[in-house]
């Protein structure tokens, strides 16, 4: 049997070294991956946020034509959401929405301690509706800290959003 012996600079006789990942760069490709995979949850979370506080909107409007077609109907307000069959309604995170007319049949406008208060005294003239949003905190003043992440309805039904985004005079 004759044997061959290739010079030690032949293409056939080598091996390669680099026909994988060394362990350095498989870390480096996973903490890529994780880098990228945290911002994706980031986003994903702000996007579902964003997403509830839509959604309950939404639901406030709906809840708004509700109360407007029953006083249209009955003349006056109904004094909670009982009276139009929607006391159960939960929003986004849970809570229950709340519902307070300023106007108590019985007498002048009326702003009691779950009234909404802007800076410059009730944000409605006619009834409050609003969330408590994820916090479920409440004051009476959108303007605290408490009260930023509420959604609610001001200027009588002109807005309906969180307290940072409406324009009090």
């Not at 680099?18 to 994706?40: C, D, H, R």
């Not at 009982?82 to 009326?110: E, F, M, S």
């Not at 301690?113 to 408590?132: A, E, H, K, M, Q």
Request: glycine share 6%; proline share 7%; net charge negative.
């Amino acid at each position: 049997m004759e044997s061959i012996i290739l010079p030690l600079n032949s293409t056939e006789n080598r091996t390669t070294s680099n026909s994988g990942f060394t362990f350095l760069e498989l870390i480096i490709a996973m903490a890529i991956v994780a880098i990228l995979a945290s911002l994706a949850i980031s986003s994903f979370a702000t996007f579902k946020e964003l997403a509830r506080v839509a959604r309950c909107c939404e639901e406030i409007r709906s809840l708004e034509r509700e109360i407007a077609a029953y006083a249209t109907e009955k003349g006056e307000l109904p004094l909670n959401l009982t009276a139009i069959n929607r006391q159960d309604l939960k929003d986004p995170w849970g809570n229950t929405y709340h519902y307070y007319p300023a106007v108590l049949p019985a007498g002048p406008a009326n702003f009691g301690p779950n009234n909404r208060l802007g800076t410059s005294g009730p944000i409605n003239t006619d009834f409050d509706l609003y969330s408590l949003g994820a916090s479920g905190a409440f004051d009476p003043s959108i303007n605290v800290n408490d009260s930023q992440d509420d959604i609610i309805r001001a200027n009588d039904g002109s807005f309906v959003g969180q307290p940072k985004d409406l324009a009090l005079p």
